[in-house]
């Protein structure tokens, strides 16, 4: 007669080695994409294949790991050219490319004296530019431990004081007062496309101003560095803490719907772009909520509803992960650029960039389960493609830059994370 209590032991012991067996998988590809990522690092600073700039929301997103594999000079030289391009009013540019190259892509370029041999620009329908650069030297000083960044100077100002006259410019220029929040142009998400222009990424007469929550949850963030790492006053630490904390009392009065456990897409200051047949308070956020989660702004249980709910629109989008930029999609004609259709480029392509980001924060809230499953299908498609892609279609298929660095540095951290969490 076979004993119950063995055939239990038995069952258990042969469920704890599968389980042990595909976490031992994941981590073996893991290694291979980590090492991947740090080789396509050691190559430089730009965006990816198809791109000459080094943009600075994307080298905010592979800091961690340009400052394993690269020269130290290197990276800080790279951080403080944004430094010189900082317009009077404390604007950041979007990106820099070598002269030469300046004509390949129609910007409105700019120059410095300071850096002679760059042309800059802005991409002024985002409003992230500025947040970007704070958490991306923030990062810099935790990776490196090289605080006198801060106190460097260019044009006889400190570092230090460069940043904050740049979160100054988003409370001057990019604030609603009615909200409490930052405005920018209607994206997609935390795209820089614009529906009202064949491309898109200027602001213009027809742009309709909007606030939501990427732009916002990236102010928090920003915030949160700059007051921890800068050398402040009292009554300027103050004003910061403050602004940092209405901030996070706004952005969950204004922006989260807790009816339907989800980020309101925009909020309009004045019409909406899209047709009111269109039900756009249906879109659920991917990129946006994981900013938010980084941010601090939901609660543990928040955050794995918010998982729980992406891991349903891919199935809804027969998608393959939940860097799904978003659920349900823009419809076709929503935007005069022609990429931003249905399920293509941020109108719900499925972007690693952002999925990476959410994996990271499933493991800071010890979601260990969630991120490992969340991973795995990044990992699975960056090997099987050889490389990293910039974003995929719901078939899988990559599509956009190959080598993109954004990509590569966000499944670096969270595979840092997840192996000192196994």
């Known amino acids: 007669m076979i004993n119950c209590q063995t055939i239990a032991l038995s069952?258990?012991?042969?469920?704890?080695?599968?389980?042990?067996?595909?976490?031992?998988n994941i981590l073996t590809m893991a290694d291979s994409v980590q090492a991947m990522a740090e080789q396509l690092i050691k190559k430089g600073f730009n965006a990816g294949d198809g791109y000459g700039e080094v943009w600075i929301r994307d080298f905010n997103t592979f800091m961690d790991v340009a400052c394993k594999v690269n020269d130290k000079a290197r990276i800080r030289k790279s951080l403080l050219t944004f430094i010189q391009f900082q317009q009077a009013d404390g604007a950041i540019l979007?990106?820099?490319?070598?002269?030469?190259?300046?004509?390949?892509?129609?910007?409105?370029?700019?120059?410095?004296?300071?850096?002679p041999e760059y042309a800059g620009h802005k991409n002024t329908v985002e409003t992230d530019q500025e947040t970007s650069l704070v958490q991306a030297i923030a990062k810099y000083i935790r990776n490196t431990g090289d605080q006198s960044i801060l106190?460097?100077?260019?044009?006889?100002?400190s570092i230090q004081q460069h940043l904050e006259q740049?979160?100054?410019?988003?409370?001057?220029?990019?604030?609603?007062a009615t909200y409490g929040l930052l405005w920018g142009a209607t994206t997609a998400d935390w795209g820089d496309v614009q529906p009202e222009h064949d491309w898109g990424v200027?602001?213009?007469?027809?742009t309709h101003q909007a606030i939501d929550i990427y732009d916002n949850a990236m102010f928090v963030i920003a915030l949160n560095d700059y007051l921890g790492m800068a050398n402040l006053t009292a009554s300027q630490r103050r004003y910061w803490t403050k602004t940092r904390d209405n901030f996070k009392k706004n952005i969950r009065k204004h922006l989260w719907d807790a009816a339907h456990q989800k980020f309101r897409p925009h909020i309009y200051l004045g019409s909406s772009p899209f047709p009111p047949s269109f039900n756009e308070s249906d879109v659920y956020y991917h990129g946006g909520t994981t900013v938010a989660i980084e941010a601090g702004l939901l609660s543990k249980s928040e955050v794995g509803h918010a998982y729980r709910?992406?891991?349903e629109n891919v199935k809804q989008?027969?998608?393959?992960?939940?860097?799904?930029?978003?659920?349900?999609?823009?419809?076709?004609?929503?935007?005069k650029n022609t990429g931003m259709g249905p399920y293509s480029y941020q109108n719900g392509g499925d972007w690693?960039?952002?999925?990476?980001?959410?994996?990271?924060?499933?493991?800071?809230?010890d979601l260990q389960n969630e991120a490992r499953e969340a991973i795995t299908p990044m990992l699975e498609r960056v090997l099987k493609n050889k490389g990293f892609y910039e974003w995929y279609t719901p078939a899988n298929e990559p599509k956009g830059s190959s080598g993109f660095k954004g990509e590569a540095g966000v499944l670096w951290t969270a595979i840092k994370q997840l192996k000192e969490k196994s």
């Not at 042969?14 to 976490?23: C, K, T, V």
């Not at 989008?317 to 935007?335: C, D, E, K, Q, R």
Request: hydrophobic residues 40%.
């Open 94 to 115: 979007d990106g820099y490319i070598p002269k030469p190259k300046s004509t390949n892509v129609p910007y409105n370029y700019y120059f410095t004296p300071l850096a």
């Open 352 to 365: 690693t960039w952002f999925g990476g980001r959410m994996v990271t924060q499933l493991l800071r809230y």
């Open 166 to 176: 740049a979160l100054q410019f988003l409370m001057t220029h990019r604030y609603n």
């Open 11 to 24: 069952f258990c012991l042969l469920i704890g080695s599968a389980a042990y067996s595909q976490q031992t």
């Open 309 to 311: 709910k992406m891991q």
């Open 151 to 157: 106190t460097d100077t260019i044009n006889a100002i």
């Open 317 to 335: 989008a027969h998608a393959a992960t939940i860097g799904l930029t978003l659920y349900p999609v823009y419809p076709a004609g929503s935007f």
């Open 202 to 206: 200027e602001l213009n007469a027809d």
